[in-house]
């Protein structure tokens, strides 16, 4: 879900790796991705990544260093169908961008980006941009994120035309379970027993929703929706509930590991190659700047009603 458009140019906002100039434009592009063949989103030395391949189309278009900010890093090998980035032009390079075509600015940058990622064979594409609110914050601005995970369990299930974005699973599960033990993680908690906890951040998060369904071909698909997740906590609570969905562990089991707040080796993380970030929703374009705001306000466990800071993706 892309953020409403702004017909103005915020001169306050903070470029990260752009030149100095007195009026900065905030784009606000819409993209989605194949994970299979990254490292993960964020820019890693000599390997390949999403970021890496975005920034560096965004450099070949601008002759420069530029530098995004997105709604949430994905791990290696996870997708996204509509994932968020933000970035800053001068105004000169914004208004040059459709080069005497007699298209907008921000159709010209889709045109321009999706001509220079053709030799990503599809893996990457760009859908749309927009000039974002004043104070827009791709990661901190954001409502919600929402998952959708798919299972093939046992063999009868398995087709190697969809085997980058399905987990094959060797044993049958029981998706009434699955969706039972789902069910009973609603809600705002803390959730340090299926997070990698980061230095500074919080782990509670609200989860709104969670749920497994078999679709008509049988696949096990579930959704998640939350405010934010932690770093890896979609892959562990699929992986988690998938212990007492194949019988490993009792009905209930999943409720009393959120209990117990605790990392340890029974912290299981699902194959990351079946998750895809389907959505981030973003507030009116006025809201913007204050939801980011109120975000970046780090909230300890007992400060209810504050929005989470420190927020991460898979």
Known sequence: MLIPANDSVDSS?????????????????????????????????????????????????????????????????????????????????????????????????????????????????????????????????????????????????????????????KREVDADLLDAEARSLLGRHDFLSFCKPRDHATTIRTLTEFSFARDERGIVVAHLKADAFCHNMVRALIGACLLVGDGREEPGWVATRLAEELRDSKTLLADPRALVLEEVAYPDGREAAARAELTRARRLPHDVGIPIGGVSLE
């Open 13 to 169: 906002l903070a470029p990260s790796g752009s030149p100095t100039g007195p009026a900065l434009v905030r784009m606000c592009v819409q993209l989605g991705y194949d994970g299979t063949g990254y490292n993960g989103w964020a820019i890693q030395p000599g390997l390949p990544t999403v970021q890496g391949v975005v920034e560096a189309a965004l450099a070949m278009l601008l002759r420069r260093p530029v530098r995004t900010t997105v709604a949430g890093r994905t791990d290696a090998g996870v997708h996204a169908r509509n994932q968020v980035v933000h970035f800053d032009l001068t105004a000169a390079e914004f208004e040059s961008l459709p080069r005497g075509a007699a298209i907008s600015p921000e159709r010209a940058l889709v045109r321009r980006l999706r001509g220079v990622l053709t030799r990503e064979r599809g893996a990457i594409l760009i859908h749309q941009a927009a000039v974002a609110p004043p104070g827009f914050d791709a990661r901190f601005s954001a409502l919600w994120r929402r998952y959708s995970y798919r299972i093939a369990d046992g063999a009868g299930n398995w087709d190697p035309l969809s085997r980058a974005y399905t987990m094959w699973h």
